[in-house]
């Protein structure tokens, strides 16, 4: 009894894992969708990894803004009395100049970390593009497989009219013809793909070869996006905007820097005279310097510094009105083209592709040519690729719309 149910325990293991390796072996990874290529994309992006690493300047500029003078140690011999002497001797400065430094030291870093999110925005953009630049190539691909399919059934119709004398053979060989064309249109286009998805896999830190199963499509649809929300948001996002804006607090900063170092920081110091034969073996002695601000006291840095800060005013202006203009232009190709794309569906699509079907129904009933079902199928190809191509403008369009914004439209 023990051994038969040993037998029947192991016997029972065994069906399961002969039934699980399958199982386990047909498994794949979730279809990548846009938001998880754009977390990896964060994550593993060479570009904007490097670009992290400039952080590391901040803490540098803060430490050596937090410097102090270094303080001066002198030793003097000479013939005359006394015969040597020691000093040491060390700059002060008042708290606020130094305060002046470390203020300007953090906003340049704030500098730093509003261009490595501009990078970083720009990267975001650019994998959007490219996850629906490979869905496009895929749709392409699964469009000519279509029209690769019409065409192998358009020759089977044609060869059996053949063998029943109702057409000649010239017929046939047309629409073999047809089907050379359909393979050769078919192959490139997984080329295309096969280059779309290596761009994909370079944003994302990935190996050329690897693939993906999307979870998006050229259709996806687009969320309503609105003229005014749109200006607006990019008033407060745009990198460029935020980056001028930067620029003038870090020459404000410079400006205080060097209005402090107006006044002038005194420098103490104290020391000792010694061999000083029938006067003195050791003696002490103390000092106080002060640099008198009687003909240099900052005044072209500071006028330079006012300049620079009314030309970045007047760039903040007309880089205002120029992203409210990009914004505007972005915002009004992306309707035209959400009116085209409106127009394929509900209209060109379906009336070619009837079309196509009666024209092949009329050519198996031959009741007319082979020319009129090329041309149908013809038709059918050019409207359906024409409606792949506004589908990836206006998927570039809404890229374009966030990229003058500079952040997401929702």
């Not at 020691?86 to 340049?108: G, M, N, S």
């Not at 053949?162 to 629409?175: D, I, K, T, W």
């Not at 690897?210 to 005014?228: H, Q, R």
């Not at 394929?344 to 009329?362: C, D, F, H, I």
Request: net charge neutral.
């Amino acid at each position: 009894m023990r051994h038969s149910s040993f037998f029947s325990i192991a016997f029972t293991a065994f069906l399961l894992i002969t039934t699980a390796i399958p199982r386990l072996a047909g498994q794949q990874r979730d279809p990548l969708t846009l938001q998880k290529a754009l977390e990896m994309a964060e994550q593993r992006n060479l570009d904007l990894l490097a670009a992290r690493q400039r952080r590391a300047l901040t803490p540098a500029r803060l430490q050596i803004a937090k410097q102090r003078p270094n303080p001066t140690l002198s030793f003097s011999a000479s013939r005359d009395t006394p015969h040597q002497g020691l000093a040491f001797e060390q700059p002060l400065e008042f708290r606020f100049q130094r305060q002046r430094r470390i203020e300007q030291a953090t906003e340049e870093g704030g500098l730093t970390e509003l261009e490595i999110a501009a990078l970083a925005w720009q990267v975001r953009c650019n994998v959007r593009q490219a996850y629906y630049a490979v869905a496009q190539a895929r749709a392409e691909s699964a469009l000519q497989a279509r029209m690769q399919g019409l065409a192998e059934r358009l020759r089977d119709i044609a060869k059996e009219r053949f063998e029943a004398g109702a057409v000649a053979q010239v017929e046939v060989f047309r629409a073999e013809a047809e089907v050379a064309k359909a393979q050769a249109e078919l192959l490139l286009a997984r080329e295309s793909q096969k280059i779309a998805l290596s761009q994909l896999n370079a944003l994302l830190n990935q190996p050329a070869a690897t693939t993906w199963e999307l979870a998006g499509s050229p259709e996806d649809m687009l969320p309503p996006v609105s003229l005014e929300a749109a200006i607006q948001r990019a008033y407060d996002l745009n990198p460029d905007l935020k980056h001028l804006a930067q620029e003038r607090k870090v020459e404000q900063s410079r400006l205080g820097v060097l209005k402090a170092e107006r006044y002038p920081a005194p420098s103490v110091g104290f020391g000792t005279d010694f061999n000083a034969p029938d006067e003195f073996r050791l003696g002490g002695r103390g000092q106080l310097s002060l640099v008198l601000p009687l003909f240099t006291r900052n005044q072209g840095e500071i006028a330079e510094s006012l300049v620079n800060q009314r030309v970045l005013e007047s760039r903040i202006t007309a880089a205002k009105r120029a992203t409210a203009g990009a914004v505007e232009r972005a915002h009004l190709q992306l309707m035209a083209l959400e009116m085209q794309v409106d127009i394929y569906r509900q209209k060109l699509l379906p009336a070619v592709r009837q079309l196509e079907t009666l024209a092949e129904g009329s050519y198996r009933a031959g009741k007319s040519d082979i020319l009129f079902v090329l041309d149908a199928q013809r038709n059918v190809q050019e409207v359906e690729h024409n409606y792949l191509n506004t589908l990836a403008a206006q998927q570039n369009a809404y890229v374009s719309l966030e990229q003058a914004v500079g952040g997401t439209l929702q």
